[in-house]
Each structure stands twice: as C-alpha cells, then as structure tokens.
C-alpha cells in the first residue's frame, strides 16, 4: 500500500475532491451575485448615457450581434438607446456603452466599462471631461481624435495618450455605424 | 511528527512585521508590491486577499502537514493556495466589483506569490496550528504594512491624495505623475529598501549585505 499510486497520491485527490466542491459551492452562491453587479453597472448607467431615460423601464434587445438596451422614460415614452461597443485600446481591450438618441441620429453620452490604459495618462479616458466630448455629435459623422480639432467632427485628444483617444474614437464609429444599419434593417 | 522546538506562535507573528518582513527582508511577493501600490485603496485590498489566502492555507497545510509526501507537497501547497485565490477573487467581484475591476489580473496572480508558498513549506507544513496561524498574521501584516508604504509614498506624491482623501492640494500639472506609473514603483520600492535596510543596520549593530 506504502508505495503503490494511490498510497502516494491519496493526499492529492482527497484534496483535489474537498477543494472542488468548495470551489463549485462558491460559484453556485456567487454567480448570480456577480452577474448582476455587471448588468447594475450598465443599468446605473442609463439615465446618464440616455437623458431622461429611467432604467426599470428600458429593455435589452439584441441588434445584429450587439446586445442593445432600448431606453425608455419615466412614461414608457422610447427615448433612446444604449449599444455595448469593444475594441482594442493603446494597451488592452476597451469596453464602451454608447448613448443615443431614439433614432440613432446623435450621440447623448459615453462610459467606459472596462478599459487598462496607462495610468494617469490614457486611462483619463473614463473621466467625464474626456467622455462628455462626445455627446451631441452625429452617429454618421467619422470622428477622430486631434490634439487641435479643426472642425465639428474632431475630439479634443487627450495629452500624452492620442493613441488611447483614437481608440474610443474608432470604437464609437464602427459599433454606431453597425447600429444604425442593424436599426434600418431590423425595422423595414 | 510535528517539531516541536520550532518558533513559538508570537515568535512567528513579530518575525513577519520586520525581522523577516515579506517584502523587505525576504524580497518575496514584488509582483504586487509593484504593481498595485498605485493607491492605498488597492494596496490596502491587495493585502487583504493575500492575508485571507495565506491564513487559510497556513491552517490547512498545518493540519495535514503529517500527511504530506514530501515529493507531493508543492502540488498540495499550490492546489491549496489556488483554491483560496479563486474564493477571493469570486468575493471581491461579489462584494466589492469596482476594486475587483481595478485590480484585474492581480488577485488571479496571488498563487504565483512566493510568501504564501514560501510560509507554508517554511513554517506551516513544519508546526502546529498554532505558530502557524502566528506566523500567516505575521507575515500578512508585514505585507500589507510593506504595501501601504509603498502606496502612501506613491499616491502622495502622483497625485496628492491618500485613501483618495486630497491631501496635498496639487493642480494637475504639478503632479508627480510618474510615482502612479511603474517607474515610481521601482524607485519608491528601492529607496524605502535601502532605508529598511539601513534602520535594521543601525538596530543590530552591523551592516547587513544588502
């Protein structure tokens, strides 16, 4: 017994059983928990991105690929959208929610979900004074980002992180364009 | 078969404040101690969870320690360890998203952290519960007080709060910016090293290599 596989390894896979059911006990009590710390997140977020919208009354659809929550206003009246968007980044993924209006005609606000840009420097994206930039352009217009914008379709970059503010620009153009076509088309 | 002569259980915690201190005498766990000492508020939650782990795992490797095969031990220490790492981490995005966000990748990477392996073959799996679970409080309060020296230095001086409380009213451009970014972790965790190791020069009388 001493020295066959089991009278060696015994101590690994009684562990290995104990810990894998503490780790599947965990996860059954948490998962629900977590998963809705993530759609709060979002959901908190909707009357900022969309104003006026109220969030118990908006509801997710999917547009295309998007997952898409359909704002509503306090009187059910439909007043907006917010679109999940994701892309690369200077240094990883950013993950966007975009604000528009009922007919995806204009941006009405920005938030940063996930984002890990340098500190300090491209990671300044998720400040408001960045993100507030955005609100009142067209979803038709081709944004970049500028250290001196020239005309309405510019964002004021960030200093030190162009790369970073190029970034939301090209996410916010490529998830609006796909919205609004989804939009066309899931309506006609 | 437990040695009995071993450190007694507050002989173990004092080791781990300064003596052996994780961060600065034994140069362990310098993945965190870089990375996240940005802000006390990260290192403070940092330390936490490496306490939570280490403390469980001390216990359970103390309690089978005569169990143990001595070619097996390191995959019984890492199993244990990844165990806690992955509750703390499921707690954190539990209970406290938003630093579970900001900490991202670094609480998944306490199981590489050598403190918490080093104390179990060091001490947990040599001692009874007792000194163990002294030398998991030890070891823990030194990492977190090695941390929150580093942070305090870091957040004060990059960006003139602390615990994110203004303390020093900086405007923007005078910002130490770079202490937030990596090379203040390497030259704030360089200089308080050569203090540490300069105050223990003094203390006992002769200068340690450092």
């Not at chain 1, 009405?108 to 500190?119: D, F, H, R, S």
């Not at chain 1, 992180?161 to 090209?170: E, F, L, P």
């Not at chain 2, 309690?63 to 143990?68: K, S």
């Amino acid at each position: 017994m001493k020295n066959s596989y089991l009278g060696q390894a015994w101590l690994v896979l009684a562990i290995s059983l104990v810990f894998g059911a503490l780790l599947a006990g965990v996860q059954v009590g948490l998962a629900a928990k977590i998963a809705a710390n993530k759609l709060n997140e979002t959901l908190s977020q909707i009357p900022n991105l969309v104003p006026g919208g109220v969030a118990d009354q908006s509801e997710e659809v999917q547009m295309g690929e998007r997952a898409a929550f359909k704002v509503m206003d306090a009187n059910g009246k439909h007043i907006g959208w917010v679109i999940k968007a994701a892309g690369n980044g200077f240094a990883d993924r950013i993950e966007l929610l975009i604000g528009l209006d009922a007919d995806a005609k204009m941006i009405t606000g920005l938030y940063v979900l996930a984002q890990k840009e340098t500190p300090a420097l491209g990671d300044n994206i998720k400040k408001a004074e960045f993100r507030d930039r955005f609100n009142g352009k067209p979803t038709d217009a081709v944004l970049s980002a500028a250290q001196s914008p020239e005309g309405p379709d510019q964002i004021q970059a960030l200093s030190g992180a162009t790369i970073s503010s190029q970034s939301v620009c090209d996410i916010v153009n490529g998830a609006t364009d796909q919205f609004v076509a989804a939009l066309a088309g899931g309506e006609e | 078969m437990a040695t009995l002569d071993g450190p007694t259980p507050l002989e173990r915690f004092i080791h781990g404040i300064l003596p052996e201190n994780p961060v600065y005498r034994q140069l362990l766990g310098m993945c965190p101690t870089l990375a996240v000492t940005g802000n006390m508020k990260a290192a403070m939650t940092m330390s936490a969870a490496t306490a939570f782990v280490l403390i469980c795992a001390n216990i359970i490797v103390s309690l089978i320690r005569n169990q143990l095969k001595p070619h097996l031990r390191i995959l019984v220490f890492t199993l244990t360890i990844a165990t806690f790492v992955t509750i703390a981490d499921r707690l954190l995005a539990a209970f406290l998203y938003p630093m579970s966000k900001q900490l991202g990748p670094y609480i998944p990477l306490i199981i590489v952290n050598c403190i918490i392996i080093c104390r179990c073959e060091v001490c947990a799996s040599k001692q009874t519960l007792g000194p163990a679970i002294g030398d998991a409080l030890g070891q823990s309060l030194g990492f977190a007080l090695a941390l929150a020296s580093i942070a305090s230095v870091r957040e004060l001086l990059g960006a003139g709060t602390w615990f994110d409380l203004q303390v020093i009213p900086f405007s923007d451009q005078a910002k130490w910016g770079l202490m937030v970014l990596a090379p203040g972790a390497f030259l704030t965790l360089g200089t308080l090293l050569g203090v540490a190791n300069w105050i223990s020069g003094k203390f006992s009388g002769k200068r340690t290599a450092a």
